[in-house]
């Protein structure tokens, strides 16, 4: 397999680089979600290695699907940018020392303060999901003596081939304006003061290994493209978004190479500076969540293996019913069948069913492997869990990227004093 994922058996334990998972849990305990920077990097690299066709490039890390600061920050180093959907990505994405002129700021939600505060740090491109999105980012520039800089995100109604919960690019769904309605849109929202169009973007889902949407996709964006030029536009960029795919099993990840020729092919005659969006390629590989087993119990078909990481940790498995590998720490050799559970109390938290894996006792070390992307990112305190915490490591050294946080430091509470009269009322 070409991909170097950075965490291999070395002697009998398994390490991330030079550094042995065991040594990460005695020093940080579990569960703990672990990223190799050179994986990362690898990643990056290859990436951009597959799109050198292209003669102006411009790429975005998609921080949602990893917005640690020491992640962002490798990315940072491969010259990427940032595709951020939240003022919260804004800052993380700042904070990494990333240049705000190679941010990219998407999303059907945006508040007009959310707006503001784009304008003020000065972000690169906004992408508009609908027209009025576009009034509102207009008059805030004005209102703030400010320039606007966008794109308009088209939906060209393409099917991706993925899982329904993570297509974007159907009429169905909530993002971007209909391609039929583009033109109109586009027309309307150059006029106004305020706010400079630089052309279009789109982006039709996520994990999707069959290049032909993204292709038929692209090529709805190039008819566009040569028709809002007719029209007397200016169209200096076009935002491609994400969505190459990775194997979670012993396949090939998405074809970087032939995804990088097909976009140079299809663009060629664009005359654009183009922006791609990946997450998941570059950093699915890059991490895993290590944790521990708490329990093997018998079970009527085969036994449940209890481990300390739950669906609140790693949430893929249960929204998605998406596949990670389950790998022993110090593998012995011997396999076992049986089901990996969380400590959560839902019948959804569930790694893995019937699965053939390395044998395990109670105590010993495993992974979940390829939870580098929306991972830890969407990892929540869900039964007054800790938020898990995150390591990262570079050769043979390690530190703590994100320390593991209680709930009740996460979300402090308050009880009104009218309930705890009542409290004291009853305890009398
Ligand atoms: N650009 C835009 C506008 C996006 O919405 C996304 C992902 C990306 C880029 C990056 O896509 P990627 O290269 O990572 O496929 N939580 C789901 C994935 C949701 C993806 C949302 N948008 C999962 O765990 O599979």
Redesign the pocket.
Known sequence: MSRDTGFALRGEVLHAEGVPLSRIAQGVGTPTYVYSASSLRAAARRFRAALSPIPRLSL?F?V??NPSLAVLSVLRDERFGA?I?SGGELTAALAAGMDASSIVY??VGKTPEELAQALRAGVGHI?LEGEHEGEVLAATAVRLGLGATALL?INPNVDAGT?A??T?GTSDSK?GVPLADAIGIYDRLARRRGLTLHGI?V?I????MDLAPLEAAYRRIGELVAALRARGHRITHV?L?????VDYRDGPDGDVAAYGAMVARVTQDWDVTLMV????????HAGVLLTRVLWVKPGEECPFVVIDAGMNDL??PA??D?WHEFAAVTPNGATMQAHVVGPVCESSDRFAKARLIDRVREGDLAILRDVG???A??ASCYNSRALVAEVMVEGDRYAVIAPRIDAAAIRPQVVPDWLEAHALDHAA
């Not at 889902?205 to 999707?208: D, K």
């Not at 978004?241 to 795919?245: C, H, R």
Request: hydrophobic share 40%; proline share 2%.
């Open positions: 975005a998609a949602k699907a595709d959907v998407s999303g992408n995100r899982h919960k993570i974007t993002f973007a982006h889902g996520s994990q999707i935002d978004g994400g969505g190459l795919g969006e990946p997450g998941r390629y570059i950093a699915a949430a893929r929204l998605y998406a992307a929306y991972g990112s969407m």
